[in-house]
């Protein structure tokens, strides 16, 4: 609860801020306002993550002073766990032996800290941090405006996603009346790719096909284009979404290969179709509009599973009435 992290950081004096692998703007623009909003309080911390950072983000304050760790090596009064599923999320080795406090907007999310804040309502844990700033008496400095600012943009679509609400708009006219500058994060977001970014989008494009009631896209990427292209971690965000920019395409999903027979899938969808669902049916988790998993199978036999779950979600919507059973769908 709000009132917990309130209290924590009011009577404690050094903590560490960690988001997920592969972080993304809002796991990274979360982490970091909430630093500077720590340290305007005369508390010690500092942001700790275990992949790079993508460029897109390095422009953002303090973004040139986190630390990679692949565990955790210092004491800390409390480690705050930004936009994780659970604790595995992080990638960070003793992460469970410390004071955890969990801060997500995902409904999906598991209560593994001894603090656990989840607000659902938040369309970005940035959100989350500007309502801790206004709880806590801080003031909004330009650094958390410019931070949480790139964290509501990236977890928004640029304001054009469902969960894009009037507090979201509120909230992101009072980050640029303290400083955020929206051009500047627009350039940082969508106008510093590398070429690998762009050759492996090539690729994957390449793949894309359709469902045969023609609603449903869908892409692979095999480990041979990242190395073929030099792509680093975070160069395919938002391929899953191109699809979607079709009028008829209702759903996307995405896999990656990432071992022999391992995949990782992203999920996403228009409207009232919920890719959440399909995601919990494979062990994974997210919001209605946007979700994740990991796989263990064929390629074929994944992709036409995935199809089949997503067609019955498309189906579900259509119908505008609850869910009734769900697929049996193999997990091998």
């Not at 766990?81 to 992080?90: G, H, I, K, Q």
């Not at 979201?168 to 977001?189: W, Y």
Request: charge should be negative; proline fraction near 3%.
């Amino acid at each position: 609860m709000l009132s917990q992290v309130v209290e924590l950081i009011e009577n404690q004096n050094n903590f560490a801020i960690t988001t997920h692998v592969r972080p993304d703007g809002d796991g990274i623009g979360s982490s970091l306002g909430l630093r500077w909003l720590l340290t305007s309080l005369g508390k010690e911390a500092e942001v700790i993550i275990r992949d790079q950072i993508p460029n897109s983000y390095m422009s953002l304050p303090g973004a040139a002073d986190i630390r990679r760790v692949t565990r955790i090596d210092r004491e800390y009064d409390a480690v705050f766990v930004m936009e994780c599923s659970d604790m595995d999320r992080p990638g960070i080795a003793d992460l469970e032996k410390s004071l955890v406090v969990n801060i997500d907007h995902h409904a999906t999310c598991e209560h593994f800290g001894t603090i656990n804040w989840i607000d659902p309502t938040a369309s970005a844990v940035g959100e989350m941090i500007y309502n801790l700033c206004k709880a806590i008496g801080g003031k909004v400095s330009e650094e958390i405006a410019e931070c949480v600012y790139m964290a509501l943009v990236t977890d928004t679509g640029s304001f054009h996603f469902p969960n894009t609400s009037e507090r979201t708009l509120k909230v992101a006219s009072e980050l640029v009346k303290a400083g955020a500058k929206p051009s500047d994060v627009s350039e940082a977001v969508y106008n510093s790719y590398s070429w690998s970014r762009i050759a492996l989008m090539q690729k994957v494009l390449a793949t894309l096909k359709r469902s045969a009631d023609g609603r449903i896209a869908f892409m692979r990427q095999t480990r041979a284009m990242v190395e073929e292209t030099g792509a680093a971690d975070g160069d395919n965000n938002g391929f899953v979404n191109i699809p979607l920019t079709a009028k008829d395409i209702f759903a996307s999903f995405y896999m990656r290969e990432v071992e022999d027979n391992v995949f990782r899938v992203s999920l996403r969808s228009k409207g009232e179709v919920n890719v959440a669902r399909v995601a919990e049916v494979f062990d994974g988790g997210g919001h209605k509009n946007a979700a994740g998993c990991r796989l263990e199978g064929e390629w074929d036999q994944l992709e036409n599973e995935l199809i089949e779950a997503l067609t019955a979600e498309i189906e579900l919507a259509d119908n505008e009435r609850e869910p009734v059973n769900s697929p049996q769908l193999s997990l091998a």
